[in-house]
């Protein structure tokens, strides 16, 4: 089967509907690797999503989303709030080509992302793409985030 990606529309209810059932699938994951019960995507509703401000590219296999990137534009950078992957579509390149297609979003000069310490296959791929560690913060006992950034031009 073949990957598409392209812009969606979050405002639209089925659309927030199936990013938080993918959400509900590939957080889990991600809570799991940093060592907490659960994290912030985990607590979305269509509703929060829908006003979320932040702008979606998926990653479509016919009908089914497998993958999103959501990010804001804040003048020259790009702000990446969340990458998730369908568990079952791991490994088949589409967090690469998701974080490709925020990365060239016109106008964008630096990106910047957070994501737990101990998830590793993200911070390989950030790390893989040119981003580079500016802090971490803890955010429980134990667990930290860490906040990378890119320059883009």
Known sequence: ?????????????EHAKS???L??????VEAKLIG???IPPLLDTPDTLMSCGETFIGCFEGDLLAGAVSYKLDGDTVDIHRMMVH??????????SLLDAVLSVPGARKAVVSTGSANVPAVKLYERNGFKETEKVEIAPAVTITRFENDLS
């Open 1 to 13: 089967m073949t990957f598409t990606y392209f812009p969606f529309d979050i405002s639209q209810p």
């Open 19 to 21: 990013v938080v059932e």
């Open 36 to 38: 907490l019960e659960t």
């Open 23 to 28: 959400q509900q699938l590939s957080y889990p």
């Open 87 to 96: 568990p079952e579509r791991f490994r088949r390149g589409i967090a690469q």
